[in-house]
């Protein structure tokens, strides 16, 4: 921290009549009537104290500087003349000296006089020297103890405006990135506790608040996102899309551990408009209905971008759930495993709600924390009793996610067993995103506006796949046989729990 500023430079004199507070809690108007307070300074001394302060304004750092400026002896002659010399204490924490002054004189242009040039000099080292030399080795600044104290300090002393909306959007876009911060690492459950604080907190302040992720980007800057429509989209777009220049510049990313923590997070983003362009904001049924066409299908409606939510900036997603939580997110349907999904559980199909996702990070689980024992849920045991196989498991969720994930181009996998399994999943990549069918180009032009429908070779009439056109034709058959009902038996497939036969028992790869 900076010393103490000490105004004694701006503290006019008082008014005939009034004296200065004199300390004691038991000051009020009343003593203002006591006999008058003046002040009579030299003429030199006012133009040093005009110097000092004008070189105290140079900077936050010069301005933090503590330079008490007082007449050691009162002269009787107030004129001022070549001979004027005037014993001046530049006081400071350090400790304070007499030194003797000058007032500096010229020729003045037009007449055969000398004038006052409003420059002093200082009597130091066995010579006069400009008073702004004496100033700046006497005073030095240290522009690394300058905080925001003494910059609010001296922009509220100079009178001076930042042209803030003077500046290139380039240059805006510059100086909020320094405001922007990776958010610190937290446990899970303490970014629970946060989120259930932060959302309660919102509730009564306003929006924004209950967004963690990017209040803690943000940190002391987050009133940034209210300050205007412009600086809220700079802001959102350095959280959202990330910057070259910021420590985390990858974008907006989220991590989860589970499928309801997932579908929790994403309902809590959603919650948040952007806020970014007019209009955003829904204010009748007609624009609800708008706003929820976009949050529900936003590549369908790009137009209806103006209706974003903080849900809509996730670009990237890291995953670290468990075997169950995984089956489930993935819809997998070896074994006949979809017989046990759980229908109202979020599932990949929930990432097509995010227009701007293009990283996906999996961790794959390991050993669980009880150990390799089953867990009561719906369905199937996936550990054997004797002989568990990560493997297998391991091998079903990264094939399944390949085959729905597909169209995203840049998925992670880490945790597995050993090298050759990360090198069987690099391989399968590569070959689903060679023979994949669709692509985010494929279903930009499906989703693309083109009136409708399906061009036909051949004109088609309505109507005309019917057999006939008569009453007849077209009246249903009645047999007298019985029909007998269609009687489907439900397969028991014993593939679950899978059953280790690698070579080296792979759940012992897990500590």
């Not at 009579?40 to 104290?49: D, G």
């Not at 500096?104 to 055969?112: A, I, L, Q």
């Not at 959007?169 to 320094?178: A, D, G, N, P, R």
């Not at 309505?462 to 034709?473: F, K, L, N």
Request: with cysteine; glycine share 6%.
């Amino acid at each position: 921290m900076g010393r103490p500023v000490n105004f004694i430079e701006f503290v006019p004199p008082l008014p005939t009549g009034e004296v200065p507070y004199d300390g004691s809690i038991n000051f009020n108007d009343e003593k203002r009537l006591v006999e008058p307070y003046t002040i009579e300074e030299h003429p030199l001394l006012v133009t040093i104290r005009n110097n000092v302060t004008k070189y105290r304004m140079q900077s936050a750092a010069h301005f933090d500087l503590t330079i008490d400026v007082k007449q050691a002896f009162r002269l009787q002659d107030m004129d001022l003349t070549h001979q004027t010399r005037i014993n001046v204490i530049f006081a400071e924490f350090s400790g304070q000296d007499v030194f003797i002054c000058r007032p500096v004189f010229r020729k003045h242009p037009r007449k055969d006089v000398q004038v006052f040039a409003k420059k002093v000099e200082v009597w130091e080292s066995g010579r006069f020297v400009p008073l702004i030399k004496f100033l700046r080795t006497r005073f030095p600044c240290f522009p690394e103890a300058v905080g925001i104290r003494e910059m609010q300090a001296w922009w509220g002393a100079n009178g001076k405006v930042f042209n803030w909306l003077g500046l290139p959007t380039e240059l805006k876009e510059h100086v909020i990135s320094f405001c922007v911060h990776p958010p610190p690492k937290q446990s899970d459950a303490h970014r629970r506790k946060v989120g259930r604080h932060r959302s309660r907190f919102a509730s009564n302040h306003g929006p924004n608040f209950g967004v963690y992720e990017i209040v803690n980007k943000l940190t002391v800057w987050a009133a940034l996102l209210g300050v205007s429509h412009q600086v809220r989209a700079i802001t959102l777009r350095l959280c959202f899309a990330g910057s070259s220049d910021m420590t985390q510049g990858n974008g907006f990313s989220i991590e989860v551990s589970s499928t309801h923590g997932l579908g929790k997070t994403l309902r809590r983003l959603g919650r948040y408009y952007s806020m970014t362009e007019p209009y955003s904001l829904p204010v009748n049924d007609e624009s609800q209905a708008l706003a929820d066409c976009y949050k529900q299908y936003p590549k369908i409606f790009p137009h209806l971008r103006q209706y974003a939510t903080f849900r809509h900036g996730i670009r990237r997603i890291y995953m670290d759930m468990n075997f169950f939580n995984y089956m489930q997110f993935f819809r997998v349907t070896v074994g006949g495993y979809e017989r046990y999904q759980e229908l109202d559980s979020v599932s990949y199909e929930v990432l097509d709600q995010l227009p701007h996702l293009t990283d996906i990070a999996i961790k794959l689980p390991g050993r669980p924390p009880g150990g390799w024992t089953n867990i009561r849920r719906p369905g199937p045991w996936l550990f054997h009793d004797d002989s568990p196989c990560p493997r297998t498991l391991h091998r079903i969720i990264y094939e399944r996610a390949l085959e729905v994930l597909t169209i995203y181009p840049r998925i992670k996998m880490h945790n597995f067993v050993d090298e050759d399994e990360e090198t069987r999943f690099n391989e399968l990549r590569e070959a689903a995103m060679e023979n994949a069918k669709w692509t985010a180009a494929d279903y930009k032009e499906l989703y693309e506006e083109c009136g409708g429908g399906v061009q036909l070779e051949e004109s088609v009439q309505p109507g005309s796949w019917a057999v006939g056109t008569d009453e007849e034709d077209m009246a249903p058959v009645v047999t007298n046989e019985q029909t007998t009902p269609l009687i489907v038996e439900e397969t028991v497939d014993d593939f679950f729990p899978p059953k280790c036969r690698c070579l080296e028992k792979c759940h012992l790869l897990f500590s």
